[in-house]
């Protein structure tokens, strides 16, 4: 990969970016293959795949006007970083924060954003539910994202106790959401949100189905929730 061809993919999506994003993006790249070697990050291994199913299909939330400028943002289950690590290099108004249960995959996003001199991150060892009952981590961000993850019902209960009333929980979804929808909705309002419209988010020259369901935090989750670690994806609400 090289920053000319990086450049061209986020033109061709219509994403706005600073002038140093290329060149930050293709160094996340490299160390991205390097890493992936050792532990795993990501099972795609073809280069202009992994620019537009992750790189690129992060940051097309940013054609959308969804986020707000100087807002804090969650990635729950960030993995290899996608979409959190990104858009923390295409915002750098934005303070993000990156929560993942294995530190192996912590430790490849501090050298990333080491060496791409990304300073608005902050990484938390944690599973989903036990982060969410942090008092520093609960209820505090305007929005939590998660990119292919698990369904829209699970990821209301991951997700919404991180989010401030007002914010938002932002959820990367392909074809699958549509048999989602009823469960998902029904979970929401267990957990004081409400489903809005999906939005479309394609990846130029793809076939991919690839939205995003924003999820607006009406009300305060009640503090039963989330329940233990585990139980949401094993019981999920909104059956």
Not at 165 to 179: E, I, Q, S
């Amino acid at each position: 990969m090289n920053e000319k061809k990086i450049r061209a993919a986020l033109e061709r999506n219509g994403i706005p970016f600073p002038e140093e994003l290329p060149e930050k993006l293709n160094t996340y790249f490299a160390l991205l293959q390097e890493w992936n070697s050792k532990i795993d990050l990501t099972a795609v291994t073809d280069k202009d795949e992994m620019l537009d199913k992750h790189f690129i299909d992060s940051l097309t939330v940013l054609k959308t006007g969804m986020i707000q400028s100087n807002a804090g943002l969650i990635d729950v289950g960030t993995g290899a970083g996608f979409p959190g690590l990104v858009l923390a290099m295409a915002r750098p108004d934005l303070q993000v924060t990156l929560l993942d249960s294995q530190q192996k995959r912590l430790m490849f996003l501090e050298k990333t954003a080491e060496a791409t001199g990304t300073e608005n991150i902050t990484v938390i060892h944690a599973r989903a539910e036990d982060g969410a009952r942090k008092p520093q981590l609960r209820e505090r961000f305007d929005y939590a994202a998660a990119r292919a993850l698990a369904p829209a019902n699970v990821l209301c209960e991951y997700l919404l106790p991180y989010v401030k009333v007002d914010g938002y929980a932002l959820c990367w979804k392909g074809p699958a959401l549509r048999d989602e929808l009823e469960s998902g909705r029904r979970a929401a309002h267990l957990l004081g949100g409400r489903l809005e419209m999906p939005v479309s988010c394609p990846v130029a020259g793809r076939e991919w189905e690839h939205t995003i369901l924003p999820i607006r935090k009406v009300q305060h989750t009640a503090s039963t929730y989330p329940r233990k670690a585990g139980t949401p994806k094993s019981k999920p609400l909104g059956l």
